[in-house]
Each structure stands twice: as C-alpha cells, then as structure tokens.
C-alpha cells in the first residue's frame, strides 16, 4: 500500500479530510449493518436533536504504526465501553461493542495510507461518535441516531520538544455534582470554550477545574486528567465521580505499579497538596503525558521542582514505558494492543 505524499513528522493536530469513513443508523430501534462511505458530508434536518438539544457523544483514540510494521489500535475496548456509558447518559442507544471495535477495524484499514510510518512520531487520530438526527422540537430523546467514525493524521505531540504547561486554577466549574462530567459529551466541551479561551488570553496553557460542590479538590482539565508524583515516589491521580475516566490515566496507573514497581492510587487529592508535589502532569490520548510546570492559583504561583524545561524523572519513565508498549517496543500487558493489519 502506497502511503499518502505528507510530511508527516511536522503535522499539526488539525483535520485533514481521509479517504474513507465508517457510518451506521439506527432506524426503528435497531442498527443497520454499517458501511465504509466517501461521502465527508452530512445531510440532516435543520431540526436534528443534535443541533437542537446537544444530543451527542464521541470518542477519541489513535492508530499507529509499530516498529515491526503493523497498524494498531490501543485498548479500543475500553473506547467501546466509555461510549456505552456516555450514550446510556444521554438516553441514546449503546453501539454494540463487538461493532464498534470492528467499525474501528474497518475504517482504519480503509485509511492505512493515512497511518503514519513508525518513528515519524506522528499517529493517525480515530474520532467516532453518535447523534440523534431526526426533528426533535419538545425536549426528548430523538428516535432515530447516526454513528459514525472518521479518522485524521496527526502530528507528534511534542514537536518542538517538551515544553511543560502553566495552568491556571480556574474559577469556572467544567461539570456539575452528579452531572455529566464523567462522559464523552460534545456539550462538556462547549461549556468549557469560554473558559479556555479567557485562560489563553491570560497567558495560560490550560485551567485547572476544581471539584464543583467544595472547590477544594483537584478534578481535571479541560480535555486530560491530572496525575502527580508525590515526593515519595508515589504516583497519584485525582478520585472523583466528576472527572472523565482517561484510559491513558488508567493505563499509566498499571504500568507505574507493573512495569516501574511504583505505588500508583487514584484518590482525592486537594488543591491544598499540590505544592508539596514532585512531579505533574496532564495525561491523554493526544500527548500521553504532557508535563506541568507551574500552576497558579490567583496569583500564587505552585513550580513545581521538574522545572520549565523537562519532564520530571517519574513522568519521563511513565511516557517512555507507555509510548513504548504502543510502539510494540515493550511488550503490553495481554489485550492492549490490537493489531489491525
Ligand atoms: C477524552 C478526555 C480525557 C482523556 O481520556 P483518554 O481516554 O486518555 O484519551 C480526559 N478528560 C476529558 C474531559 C476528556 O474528554
């Protein structure tokens, strides 16, 4: 297979229209059988419950090439099972499992010129994601949803090098108690662009959410979950029932405990603590681990010691262990890696 004429390694994280894309419906309470189309372009009523009500859900995960020369996909299971729980949430119906994996299969064999070649550092981005697109005008669940996945290279992370983030403590709240901030909904993203936005103006990379009901805890950012080293060594990523479950963060988790014999624990973790932190960092499908450097809480400033310039020695053994079981370099714990072709 011929690989598409992109240079590769100084792409950005930006959409570039593929070849191919993955669409089902879900018509008369079923889905249909699901198809590989051209067509980039979605036609729906000026009436659909997406465009209305917010009604949709996605997901976000890559494919690589491995350094022995397979496509993969790493844990789409657990994709498949956060989108069920996003959908539940919604009162939208659950993409069976076993067709959400092999729509993921699909469409990125149809796309394989678009998977970057191993060491360019570069991945192709996998978006799949629901809405409800009949006419919905009094507030309810639509009746009928379209599923669909479409893919886009993107660059590597840390093109320019590591560059470790400033963070603001922010003052607005990303999710409500008991809301919705544990799923893979469009409209979390929404109400966050305000805040994002003020943060850039202001000279940050990102906000530091709180917990919403004491704000008094650390929840996440915007789009990636908080983990921190403590000075003991000790990995440590917030608990809260308001914050998305990050695969990345759990398989961090793992391989801290399994592969680095570190002690790893999700729990509360208040603002208050976070100055006595060694290391920081944000983790997501995009960059792994990006590395946090400073956070500033209305005008206190937390440094913290891994500096502006690197990441710390921790975050740095938990990206290399990571990026290197995606790579096909480490070997991955049973069910990590699904190969593709
Ligand atoms: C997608 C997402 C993450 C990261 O999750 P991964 O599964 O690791 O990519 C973290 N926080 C929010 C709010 C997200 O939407």
Known sequence: MEKKNIDWSNLGFGYIKTDKRYVSNFKEGKWDEGAIIDDDMIVMSECAGVLQYAQTVFEGMKAYTTEDGHIVTFRPDLNA??????????????????????AIDQVVA????????????????????????????????????????????????????????????????????????NIKAGLNYAMSLHAIVTAHKEGYDENMYLDP?????????????????????????????SILPSITRRSLIQVAQE???????????????????AECGLCGTAAVISPVGKIVDHGTEICL?????????????????????????????????????
């Not at 008094?216 to 950012?221: A, L, Q, S």
């Not at 592969?259 to 932190?277: N, P």
Request: net charge positive.
């Open 305 to 341: 010691p891994s500096g502006m310039t690197q990441m710390g020695p921790i975050t740095q053994k938990l990206y290399d262990t990571l990026t290197g079981i995606q790579m096909g370099r480490i070997k991955a714990p049973e069910g990590w890696i699904r190969v593709i072709k």
């Open 110 to 181: 149809a796309n394989a010129a678009y998977v970057p070649p191993f060491g360019t550092g570069a991945s192709l981005y996998i978006r799949p994601y629901m809405f409800g697109i009949n006419p919905v005008i009094g507030v309810k669940p639509a009746d009928d949803y379209q599923f669909r996945v479409f893919t886009t290279p993107v660059g590597p992370y840390f093109k320019g090098g590591v560059k470790p983030l400033t963070i603001k403590v922010s003052d607005f709240d990303r999710a409500a108690p008991c809301g919705t901030g």
């Open 259 to 277: 592969y680095l014999g570190l002690e790893a624990e999700e729990r509360e973790i208040t603002l208050e603590e976070v100055k006595d932190m």
């Open 213 to 241: 009901k004491t704000r008094t805890k650390v929840e996440e950012t915007g789009g990636a979950n908080f983990l921190f080293v403590t000075k003991d060594n000790k990995v440590v990523t917030p608990k809260s029932d």
């Open 81 to 102: 099972d956060r989108m069920e729980t996003s959908a539940k949430r919604l009162e939208m119906p659950v993409f069976p499992k076993e067709k959400f994996l092999d």
